[in-house]
């Protein structure tokens, strides 16, 4: 069993920058990939970026240049940095962890308004 906690989540003027967190715990040394989807209302949950155990990253195309994954692998932390935010960024952000089972955390809202 993996559990995944996130945090960070709130609201950000356009043009701002937030930075969310995913912790880890459980049975965590089979997990090879973590990562970041998203879902705003009314829209199918999308691909934000993944992390691979060996570093690798790939990211949604529409969202290179201003997302950046990362992670701390002795602390079993994901990150999600994300600048120049625009209204069509608010979502529910959820964080994922592949193990052969896949895990999901709670979720965290993330609202771009002025």
């Known amino acids: 069993q993996v559990q995944l906690v996130e945090f960070g989540g709130g609201l950000v003027q356009p043009g701002g920058s937030l930075r969310l967190s995913c912790t880890a715990s459980g049975s965590i040394f089979n997990i090879h990939a973590m990562g970041w989807y998203r879902q705003a209302r009314g829209k199918q949950r999308e691909l934000v970026a993944l992390i691979t155990s060996g570093g690798s990253t790939n990211y949604a195309d529409s969202l290179k240049g201003r997302f950046t994954i990362s992670s701390n692998n002795a602390k079993n932390i994901v990150y999600l940095q994300m600048n120049s935010l625009k209204p069509e960024d608010t979502a529910v952000y959820y964080c994922?962890?592949?193990?052969?089972?896949?895990?999901w955390g709670q979720g965290t809202q993330v609202t771009v308004s002025s």
């Open positions: 994922y962890a592949h193990t052969g089972p896949s895990y």
